[in-house]
T-cell receptor
Framework: NAGVTQTPKFQVLKTGQSMTLQCAQD?????MYWYRQDPGMGLRLIYY???????DKGEVPNGYNVSRLNKREFSLRLESAAPSQTSVYFC?????????????FGDGTRLSIL | AQSVAQPEDQVNVAEGNPLTVKCTYS??????LFWYVQYPNRGLQFLLK??????LVKGSYGFEAEFNKSQTSFHLKKPSALVSDSALYFC??????????????FGTGTRLKVLA
């Protein structure tokens, strides 16, 4: 009964390094989302994937790329990390269209960029 | 564009007293509203939702929320607060984007502190 699993849980990077944050869900959900959480700003949507094979930009997509690898997995990539990307990143999933069920969240990846 | 506002950064309440965490919304069309709770170093957990129907919605852990269309509010309430209710609370509204996909807009969060 894992729900949404994110790896890694913590990461420290140097400016300019790249890395990929992984997310997997086992609820057979169609839609997946990446958010960042910063103090006083709530959750801001980076990218989302309505269904396998589609991705769309959210509110703050600059500096990020995503891949919907299959129905279960949705990864977030930082190509050249910047200190402004220091944040806590959350992946979420939901059933998607025509469903009133809520989103389910992972426990986050805490990312520091020096 | 859909939006939600949480006007209080922090709410303090004594254990055993009723609590209210405020949320107001701005939507075009019918609102679909949610409350989530976040404990330290954890992801958001769903508490309750309003889709349609009764204006008083009951959720997990004894929480409830009152939907008020005329005041465009969806305040979270609990009759008797527990110290363990201390956490960060988020209000969210669902938006429909192209192709019928849902995305969710979150408020900035309200930290609830229940004092023993």
């Amino acid at each position: 009964n894992a729900g949404v699993t994110q790896t890694p849980k913590f990461q420290v990077l140097k400016t300019g390094q790249s890395m990929t944050l992984q997310c997997a869900q086992d609820m057979n959900h169609n839609s997946m989302y990446w958010y960042r959480q910063d103090p006083g700003m709530g959750l801001r949507l980076i990218y989302y994937s309505a269904s396998e094979g589609t991705t769309d930009k959210g509110e703050v997509p600059n500096g990020y790329n995503v891949s919907r690898l299959n129905k279960r997995e949705f990864s977030l990539r930082l190509e050249s990390a910047a200190p402004s990307q220091t944040s806590v990143y959350f992946c979420a999933s939901s059933q998607g269209q025509y469903s009133n069920q809520p989103q389910h969240f992972g426990d986050g990846t805490r990312l520091s960029i020096l | 564009a859909q939006s939600v506002a949480q006007p209080e950064d922090q709410v303090n309440v004594a254990e055993g007293n009723p609590l209210t965490v405020k949320c107001t919304y701005s939507v075009s069309g019918n609102p679909y509203l949610f409350w989530y709770v976040q404990y330290p170093n954890r992801g958001l957990q769903f508490l309750l939702k309003y889709i349609t129907g009764d204006n008083l919605v009951k959720g997990s852990y004894g929480f409830e929320a009152e939907f008020n269309k005329s005041q465009t509010s969806f305040h979270l309430k609990k009759p008797s607060a527990l110290v363990s209710d201390s956490a960060l609370y988020f209000c969210a509204v669902r938006d429909i984007v192209r192709g019928g996909t849902y995305k969710y807009i979150f408020g900035t969060g309200t930290r609830l502190k229940v004092l023993a």
